[in-house]
T-cell receptor, first 116, second 113 residues
Framework: AQTVTQSQPEMSVQEAETVTLSCTYDTSESDYYLFWYKQPPSRQMILVIRQEAYKQQNATENRFSVNFQKAAKSFSLKISDSQLGDAAMYFCAYRGYGGSQGNLIFGKGTKLSVKP | EPEVTQTPSHQVTQMGQEVILRCVPISNHLYFYWYRQILGQKVEFLVSFYNNEISEKSEIFDDQFSVERPDGSNFTLKIRSTKLEDSAMYFC???????????FGSGTRLTVV
């Protein structure tokens, strides 16, 4: 069975600085998707960024980028120029590639605080 | 932008009572999901629903749970006889044809007393 591990329950960053959130996963599949979701106090899970395992190039979305190390099964999220609005819970998630249905497997989350 | 709507946002119920959590998925989505998040724990998959039937369920989704899409727009999760350990945030999600286009609702916080 696939598992997702986030080893940092809480992280803190100064506004405008850079922070990296860690995620590792375990799977025997060769094709899959990885995601980072943000859950602000409003509670809605918002997709931050996704990575297809077959792509070697790391995904980037504005200030958010990932460091995807397939062999190491590592998928970290880097937030550059942190803003107060980035404060939230961040969840790493995995989805197998097969079929359209597929459910997401989440890690326990990392609570990010941003200090002004 | 289309949203997944969940009601109520917070529900308190007595142990042993039945509860129904409601979700309105995005109208052209085909796949529907329920997840739960016990306070301080990770988000856990409960069940997926496609073509008017359950396509996959986790071991958490036992006989106390059921889902249905009664009218083609709402997607409901029923817990037949609530236990204290059912207290959690319940998230609904829906997805279209893409492999990764999940949209989540804001959740229902269920408190069983």
């Amino acid at each position: 069975a696939q598992t997702v591990t986030q080893s940092q329950p809480e992280m803190s960053v100064q506004e405008a600085e850079t922070v990296t959130l860690s995620c590792t996963y375990d799977t025997s599949e060769s094709d899959y998707y990885l995601f980072w979701y943000k859950q602000p106090p409003s509670r809605q899970m918002i997709l931050v960024i996704r990575q297809e395992a077959y792509k070697q190039q790391n995904a980037t979305e504005n200030r958010f980028s990932v460091n995807f190390q397939k062999a190491a099964k590592s998928f970290s999220l880097k937030i550059s120029d942190s803003q107060l609005g980035d404060a939230a819970m961040y969840f790493c998630a995995y989805r197998g590639y097969g079929g359209s249905q597929g459910n997401l497997i989440f890690g326990k989350g990392t609570k990010l605080s941003v200090k002004p | 932008e289309p949203e997944v709507t969940q009601t109520p946002s917070h529900q308190v119920t007595q142990m042993g009572q039945e509860v129904i959590l409601r979700c309105v998925p995005i109208s052209n989505h085909l796949y529907f999901y329920w997840y739960r998040q016990i306070l301080g724990q990770k988000v856990e998959f409960l069940v997926s629903f496609y073509n008017n039937e359950i396509s996959e369920k986790s071991e958490i989704f036992d006989d106390q749970f059921s889902v249905e899409r009664p009218d083609g727009s709402n997607f409901t999760l029923k817990i037949r006889s609530t236990k204290l350990e059912d207290s959690a945030m319940y998230f609904c999600a829906s997805k279209g044809d893409s492999l990764y286009g999940y949209t989540f609702g804001s959740g229902t916080r269920l408190t069983v007393v």
